[in-house]
């Protein structure tokens, strides 16, 4: 079975300060492991994901995340937190199958300060 | 990048009555469908698994009956909510794998979401 764990419901940041968002999964094969954004009533958009290779992964809107085997991790982070980025963030770990449905983490949702 | 169309976004319905909401996959044939459901300030829970062609799997605690599913192309899966109650009222997000990338390291595109409320 997989689960996702992330810590903290809620963070808040100042305006151009680091971003960390935290995601600890648990998984008996291999993951594949993603970063979602969700805007209020919106969908949710694929930040990054990690497959398999290079374990720090950068995606959209200068966010990245490094794939840590041995901490089981896969944080998130910005170096510097823009207005437009106040949202709420999943992170999911699927397993090696094509109907294999994601399995989300509770969320955390970022509030940037001006 | 791949898009997937949920129509309606918003609806709103009578207790009893049932509601149809739509996915399809606009440029890519997904086989597999999910659908997820969102309580307010809470995460997806996997309501089942879509296959076209095929019955759709339930996960626990989801009533088949309650939640129809119907995977009838490769683009188009529905979920219909039957004789819906304001208990049924939640943010319906469904999402698809494109076929072409393959396993589970495709990414998931997802739906805009419809919101039911239920009165």
């Known amino acids: 079975a997989q689960s996702v764990t992330q810590l903290g419901s809620h963070v808040s940041v100042s305006e151009g300060a680091l971003v960390l968002l935290r995601c600890n999964y648990s998984s008996s094969v291999p993951p594949y492991l993603f970063w979602y954004v969700q805007y209020p009533n919106q969908g949710l958009q694929l930040l990054l994901k990690?497959?398999?290779?290079?374990?720090l992964v950068k995606g959209i809107n200068g966010f990245e995340a490094e794939f840590k085997k041995s901490e089981t991790s896969f944080h998130l982070t910005k170096p510097s937190a823009h207005m437009s980025d106040a949202a709420e963030y999943f992170c999911a770990v699927s397993g090696l199958s094509g109907n294999t449905p994601l399995v989300f983490g509770k969320g955390t949702r970022l509030s940037v300060i001006a | 990048g791949a898009v997937v169309s949920q129509h309606p976004s918003r609806v709103i319905c009578k207790s009893g009555t049932s509601v149809k909401i739509e996915c399809r996959s606009l440029?890519?044939?997904?086989?597999?469908m999910f659908w997820y459901r969102q309580f307010p300030k809470q995460s997806l829970m996997l309501m089942a698994t879509s296959n076209e062609g095929s019955k759709a799997t339930y996960e626990q605690g989801v009533e088949k009956d309650k939640f129809l599913i119907n995977h009838a192309s490769l683009t188009l899966s529905t979920l219909t909510v039957t004789s819906a109650h304001p208990e049924d009222s939640s943010f319906y997000i469904c999402s698809a794998r494109d076929r072409s990338r393959g396993g589970g390291s495709g990414e998931l595109f997802f739906g805009e979401g419809s919101r039911l409320t239920v009165l």
């Open positions: 990690y497959t398999t290779g290079a374990t």
């Open positions: 440029d890519f044939q997904a086989t597999t």
